[in-house]
């Protein structure tokens, strides 16, 4: 099992490096295999083909940038308006370092309706729900200790949020100017949220 694991792994981190360096058209199933020290025949015991490969290393994209994010709720989990500025400015710094999911960000792919922005939006599924419900979460925090009316309804909040944050996301990521973004943006973030939890 622990061997079935590694095998999986080292096929998902060619992939990753594979889909980084030279996108998801011009990654075969042959070069992740070659650069993975393995056969095809096993990469297909493992994976239907190269999108259920793409599936995979975007899963795990989005795993690691919740993690960072449990960490930064975790860290500040006595504090809630330090821990809602530390998610905000930490989740994209965490979502640039998901650089398959950048390199889609920065792809033709990002308009319409095909079957690489589909294996994008199933694998964000379980990150976007997770974040919705902390959303709300900080929402019902923000009812609890005064800082925020009744007029403010957690399901509304959470879903303005999250929707605000992917259409920041798509000006992040195309701006070609990352260090000027993110700088303007924690700025953005420490006013907004400093201004309306005064805790």
Request: aromatic residues 12%; glycine residues 4%.
């Amino acid at each position: 099992m622990k061997d079935s694991v590694k095998v999986r792994d080292s096929i998902v981190d060619s992939a990753s490096w594979l889909f980084d360096r030279f996108g998801y058209e011009k990654t075969s199933v042959d070069e992740i295999a070659r650069r993975a020290h393995r056969a095809k025949t096993s990469v297909y015991y493992y994976f239907d083909g190269k999108l259920a490969i793409f599936r995979a290393v975007l899963q795990r994209e989005f795993a690691l940038v919740r993690q960072g994010l449990e960490d930064v709720r975790m860290k500040y989990s006595e504090d809630i308006k330090s821990q809602l500025i530390g998610y905000l400015t930490t989740r994209m710094s965490l979502l640039h370092s998901a650089k398959v999911y950048i390199q889609y960000m920065n792809s033709p792919y990002i308009y319409g309706e095909n079957e690489i922005s589909r294996v994008v939006n199933a694998s964000r599924e379980d990150f976007d729900r997770w974040e919705t419900e902390y959303f709300r979460h900080i929402c019902c925090e923000g009812h609890r200790i005064g800082t925020l009316t009744d007029a403010v309804e957690p399901d509304a909040f959470a879903k303005l949020l999250a929707i605000l944050l992917k259409g920041i996301e798509i000006q992040f990521f195309h701006s070609g100017d990352y260090d000027s973004m993110k700088t303007t943006y924690e700025t953005m973030v420490e006013l907004l949220v400093s201004k309306n939890l005064n805790i």
